[in-house]
């Protein structure tokens, strides 16, 4: 099992992407808004286990300024 993720890291990452973007437009284009505020605090969870900060700077690099 570790064998296939780390030979295909790029696929998985690429699907879950995928996924991510269709669930939000789905919830984005629902009439109620009861799904928005979960998928709200399911993207806020995936953004706090993110290696990238939302400015797109990475986690544990210091800019100098």
């Known amino acids: 099992m570790i064998k296939f993720i780390t030979e295909h890291y790029d696929e998985i990452l690429e699907i879950f992407g995928m ?3 269709l669930v939000t437009l789905i919830t ?3 009439s109620t808004n009861k799904d928005d505020t ?3 605090k399911v ?4 953004a706090a286990l993110s290696l990238v900060n939302p ?3 990475v986690i ?3 800019e100098d300024k």
């Open 28 to 30: 984005k284009l629902t």
């Open 60 to 62: 544990g690099k210091r």
């Open 19 to 21: 996924v991510v973007a």
């Open 43 to 46: 993207l806020k969870v995936l």
């Open 55 to 57: 400015d797109g700077s």
């Open 38 to 40: 979960v998928w709200a």
